[in-house]
């Protein structure tokens, strides 16, 4: 890694931002009336729903929400709006929105303390039921999007795979317009996002604020647990 970096990445999901409180509950409470169906059956569905995503994410594919949406179109009867796939697919990707996400504590300064330095900053981030643009609107609501390449905010549900398959961290890398020695890739994961930085030859940061990753894959060249800590740890000043 060359020190300091010209552009850094983020992970999304407990590395710039923490999730709301409710998770699955609150979404089944959100469904079921637009599925004609009780909370409880709903909740069943997005856990079976979310085991699949995992298994698929771990697999190194995309499972999010359109392909929830046909389990629930085939196991529900569905009418009204919601019984089209992209009605019911946009209403399961808004449907965890509002439980209480937030910034991490420190990201707003570390992003404002990069930008400010002129480090280029982009996202690198796998998404699960809320895609892309749901992730795009809370960046923007916070007042952070503006402190990022357009071309580099990289999901995994447009691109069309997770981390750490190198198509993901490449397409960041040619929308920031930075070869990945000069670039540096932050997140919690080891598996993901430290394998995945380092596969393509960027520097790695693994952020254990949120979470503490003690699982297998490798270490990062830089570990922290404040976020306001990044830049110096960089050798941004």
Known sequence: MVSPPLAVTFDFWNTLFRSGEGG?????????????????????????????????????????????????LGRFSVDG???RLDELTRLIEISGVGLGEHPVDGAREAVEKLRGAGVKLGVISDTGFSPGRVLRGLLGRAGLLHRFERAALTF???????????????????????????????????????????????????FMGCYNDGGGGPEAGIV??????????????
């Open 156 to 206: 995994s549900d447009e691109v069309g795979v997770p981390k750490p398959n190198p198509r993901i961290f490449r397409a960041a890398l040619d929308g920031l317009g930075v070869e990945p020695k000069h670039a540096v890739h932050v997140g919690d994961l080891r598996a993901t996002d430290v394998a995945g930085a380092r596969a393509v030859g960027m520097g790695s940061v693994r």
């Open 81 to 83: 709006p919601f019984d």
């Open 224 to 237: 922290i647990s404040r976020l306001e800590d990044l830049p110096a740890a960089l050798d941004i000043r």
């Open 24 to 72: 699955q509950p609150a979404r089944a409470r959100r469904l079921a009336p637009r599925l004609r169906a009780s909370e409880a059956a709903v909740q069943a569905a997005l856990v079976e729903g979310f085991e699949r995503h995992v298994a698929e994410w771990r697999a190194g594919r995309h499972w999010g929400a359109r392909e929830f949406a046909r389990v629930l």
